[in-house]
């Protein structure tokens, strides 16, 4: 019971009136809707969210109370955190519980007197939205798993096909709140494991692509874990198909890459940006680099890819909630700002956007064009 032990051990995990009291305003009075409500996702401190998870604060939080009027983020995340996990941790030890007696009665009816072995986990891909883009197998496992661990872009027509009896945990992670950190995550899955459950990892994508998938399989078969991984369509696939935009094309793009915009302090420089990464036979697909854009498209404008090098950056692709940016390299980062795109937001850069039938309307032809397909 690997959780329960290390949870413990964190002085701040422990559940007293004033905890209750702080996350219980949170959750019943939760992060605006505001600007959440037309979201396909799963967003921190959602009415959605809470509702999902409702099983974990059945002992402390009346989940009638909800309200959808404004609200305000608090100041002291790190704190919310934390708190939020301590109301969780009674809950999630009783589920443990549960499992764990579960998994001896099924063994004792065996008769053999054999100790029982641990579950298993499963790294789901659930692609970028779209839940008609699942494979079939990922479909099956989401319907028969014991325990789904789910991060913030696996989408909620996608979480309405878990199974009745089976419980969901939010682990979702975004700029400047992690429900979890991947540490914490990691613990999760050998704990569920451990006691016997069937554990299924839901990853917005490919779980291999940009998801610490690799991580966590890593992790768990140092500890005796069997981890079997379901590919996803990623983001770069599904959007790109759904624009019209191939990725590679003969005598245009020789070669894709795929690049994260993520810088390593959360500031706004994006990580290295290789001189051979601006290739203009290359396509760049830039996954988690909405706020480093301007510094990104800068860099590899001085690296020697042409300003006028075709662009698109696509918010929420292949999901009612599309909205989309067709610009020129140099331009392409004012247009975002003006059209203010939200995470999630994938960047494609390469003449092959210009091979799009969407190209060069504007943004607004563009989106009533997708509407109209």
């Known amino acids: ?13 422990s559940v007293s009136a004033q905890n209750c009291n702080k996350v219980t305003s949170l959750i019943t009075n939760p992060i605006c809707s505001l600007h959440y409500k037309n979201s396909p996702f799963t967003e921190k401190h959602s009415t959605e969210r809470y509702q999902r998870d409702r099983w974990l604060y059945q002992d402390q939080v009346e989940l009638s109370q909800y309200q ?3 609200c305000s983020l608090p100041s002291d995340s790190e704190s919310v955190r934390e708190n939020d996990i301590a109301l969780q941790l009674p809950e999630l030890k009783k589920l443990l519980e549960v499992l764990k007696r579960k998994r001896e009665s099924c063994c004792g009816n065996d008769g053999d007197g054999e100790k029982c072995g641990p579950g298993n986990v499963f790294l789901v891909g659930t692609g970028p939205g779209d839940p008609e883009l699942l494979t079939l197998k990922a479909v099956k496992l989401v319907q028969k798993a014991d ?3 789910y991060d913030r872009l696996v989408s909620n027509d996608v979480l309405e096909m878990v199974g009745p009896d089976a419980r969901l945990l939010y682990v979702g992670k975004t700029a400047g709140y992690h429900s979890r950190t991947q540490e914490e995550i990691h613990e999760l899955l050998l704990s569920f494991a451990e006691a016997g459950a069937t554990v299924v990892r839901l990853k917005g994508g490919d779980p291999l692509v940009f998801g610490r998938g690799g991580e966590e399989i890593d992790f768990l078969q140092q500890q005796g874990i069997q981890v079997k991984v379901i590919p996803g369509i990623t983001s770069a696939s599904g959007i790109a198909a759904e624009l019209g935009i191939p990725l590679t094309h003969r005598g245009v793009a020789n070669s894709v890459r795929f690049l994260t915009g993520h810088s390593r302090k959360g500031g706004t420089d994006p ?3 290789a001189e051979n990464a601006a290739d203009p036979d290359s396509t760049l697909v830039v996954y988690m680099g909405l706020s480093t854009l301007p510094a990104l498209a800068l860099k590899l404008m001085q690296h020697g890819l042409p300003a006028n090098t075709p662009a698109a950056a696509v918010e929420r692709g292949t999901t009612p909630q599309q909205r989309m940016v067709f610009a020129e390299l140099n331009d392409l980062a004012d247009k975002v700002a003006r059209e203010e795109l939200v995470s999630p937001t994938l960047i494609i850069i390469g003449k092959v956007v210009a091979l799009s039938p969407l190209w060069p309307l504007s943004s607004k032809e563009a989106s009533c064009l997708m509407e109209a397909v």
Do not use: G, H, T
């Open 147 to 149: 325990v789904l661990l």
């Open 271 to 273: 990580l290295f940006v």
């Open 68 to 70: 959808s009027s404004p």
């Open 1 to 13: 019971m690997a959780l329960v032990y290390k949870f413990q051990a964190f002085s701040s995990f």
